[in-house]
């Protein structure tokens, strides 16, 4: 297969971290990954000729604009996690002047990252995102509304990660997995309840292997139904899993018996708020209403008939090394209020 010139941003962080190391080891294409900081990358960057470094700030992506021209796919992973004034330059403007700085006649593909915060259930923009989420949520909304208005739209793929686990010694963990650990603290109590919700997770090195294959496979474009999304938006997520079922699966990993569950309904949770005067921000009271934070056809690794990595709690827990002594332990963890590249 002729080798293709990729720009990659984001790869210091724990998604990037696998998708670059996955470019690497198991492809010849041509890499540019633009960091801030070479010294955050846990992988092995020189471990094959055709991997350049590109230090700089994503603000400054006007520097590589006769590069772009020629690139044959972007994958754009770098973020702001916090800060109104770094999401939105970040997120939204920056990320839409690298992908004006692109040759829409030339370049094959862009993989963005968004988030399916900003999803519903049925896979169409969730407006209460728009309105009461995050900064983050709110610019990756923002963005998301944009894309359609570039030359270049007709070649994106949008790329909607669920609950993202990851990270090992030489990558940044996600915040997802670095609290596994903590639920040794807490599975004597859950498993007294049972509550009403649901979630899709995934593996950061399944998210890397289907960018992997989507690099070489861009997924087809077209006007969908109105209640069909376009083959190229794409949910990132295992099967769902019930809040109930992820109890469940804790308490066999660790050999905690369910005699009976109660269970916790959305009044009672709400008096516990009232009663303890709780603050909570406008969006964490939507997602606790919320409660169902599923996706149509969500897809990893085995949609495109590869072996997916981690598919189950239970590997997951496996994975991260926690077992019924583990205790929280000091990690590298993905910023929350800075920004990743």
Same mark, same amino acid.
């Given at each position: 297969?002729?080798?293709?010139?990729?720009?990659?941003?984001?790869?210091?962080?724990?998604?990037?971290?696998?998708?670059?190391?996955?470019?690497?080891?198991?492809?010849?294409?041509?890499?540019?990954?633009?960091?801030?900081?070479?010294?955050?990358?846990?992988?092995?960057?020189?471990?094959?000729?055709?991997?350049?470094?590109?230090?700089?700030?994503?603000?400054?992506?006007?520097?590589?604009?006769?590069?772009?021209?020629?690139?044959?796919?972007?994958?754009?992973?770098?973020?702001?996690?916090?800060?109104?004034?770094?999401?939105?330059?970040?997120?939204?403007?920056?990320?839409?002047?690298?992908?004006?700085?692109?040759? !829409?006649?030339?370049?094959?593909?862009?993989?963005?990252?968004?988030? +399916?915060?900003? @999803?519903?259930?049925? #896979? =169409?923009? $969730?407006?209460?995102?728009?309105?009461?989420?995050?900064?983050?949520?709110?610019?990756?909304?923002?963005?998301?509304?944009?894309?359609?208005?570039?030359?270049?739209?007709?070649?994106?793929?949008?790329?909607?990660?669920?609950?993202?686990?990851?990270?090992?010694?030489?990558?940044?963990?996600?915040?997802?997995?670095?609290?596994?650990?903590?639920?040794?603290?807490?599975?004597?109590?859950?498993?007294?309840?049972?509550?009403?919700?649901?979630?899709?997770?995934?593996?950061?090195?399944?998210?890397?292997?289907?960018?992997?294959?989507?690099?070489?496979?861009? !997924?087809?474009?077209?006007?969908?139904?109105?209640?069909?999304?376009? +083959?190229?938006? @794409?949910?990132?997520? #295992? =099967?769902? $899993?019930?809040?109930?079922?992820?109890?469940?699966?804790?308490?066999?990993?660790?050999?905690?018996?369910?005699?009976?569950?109660?269970?916790?309904?959305?009044?009672?949770?709400?008096?516990?708020?009232?009663?303890?005067?709780?603050?909570?921000?406008?969006?964490?009271?939507?997602?606790?209403?919320?409660?169902?934070?599923?996706?149509?056809?969500?897809?990893?690794?085995?949609?495109?008939?590869?072996?997916?990595?981690?598919?189950?709690?239970?590997?997951?827990?496996?994975?991260?090394?926690?077992?019924?002594?583990?205790?929280?332990?000091?990690?590298?963890?993905?910023?929350?209020?800075?920004?990743?590249?």
């Amino acid at each position: 297969m002729t080798p293709k010139r990729i720009f990659l941003t984001g790869a210091s962080g724990c998604i990037g971290h696998y998708i670059a190391e996955a470019l690497i080891q198991e492809t010849n294409h041509e890499l540019y990954l633009l960091v801030r900081d070479p010294a955050k990358l846990g992988f092995d960057y020189e471990a094959r000729p055709g991997v350049t470094i590109l230090k700089a700030d994503l603000r400054e992506i006007d520097l590589f604009a006769d590069l772009l021209e020629t690139i044959d796919v972007a994958i754009l992973a770098a973020t702001a996690w916090g800060g109104a004034r770094d999401s939105f330059d970040i997120n939204v403007v920056k990320t839409i002047r690298l992908m004006s700085l692109l040759n !829409p006649n030339y370049c094959e593909q862009v993989i963005y990252f968004s988030t +399916a915060s900003v @999803l519903d259930r049925d #896979n =169409q923009l $969730l407006k209460e995102a728009g309105q009461l989420g995050t900064e983050y949520i709110r610019s990756k909304y923002d963005c998301l509304t944009r894309l359609e208005k570039l030359a270049i739209a007709p070649k994106i793929t949008t790329l909607f990660p669920t609950l993202v686990l990851g990270g090992d010694s030489n990558k940044p963990y996600s915040h997802l997995s670095t609290g596994l650990p903590e639920v040794v603290k807490y599975v004597d109590l859950v498993r007294w309840f049972k509550a009403d919700g649901s979630f899709h997770f995934i593996h950061a090195r399944d998210i890397a292997q289907v960018v992997r294959y989507l690099v070489d496979h861009p !997924p087809a474009s077209y006007s969908a139904e109105p209640d069909n999304p376009p +083959a190229n938006r @794409l949910v990132l997520g #295992n =099967q769902p $899993l019930t809040v109930n079922q992820a109890i469940e699966e804790v308490c066999h990993y660790f050999h905690k018996q369910i005699y009976f569950r109660l269970p916790l309904q959305p009044w009672l949770a709400n008096f516990f708020i009232a009663l303890f005067r709780i603050q909570m921000a406008a969006w964490d009271r939507f997602c606790l209403d919320y409660r169902h934070f599923t996706y149509k056809n969500a897809v990893n690794p085995a949609t495109f008939g590869l072996p997916p990595y981690c598919t189950t709690l239970t590997q997951a827990m496996n994975i991260t090394g926690v077992s019924s002594s583990t205790k929280p332990f000091p990690r590298q963890v993905e910023p929350l209020e800075t920004e990743k590249e």
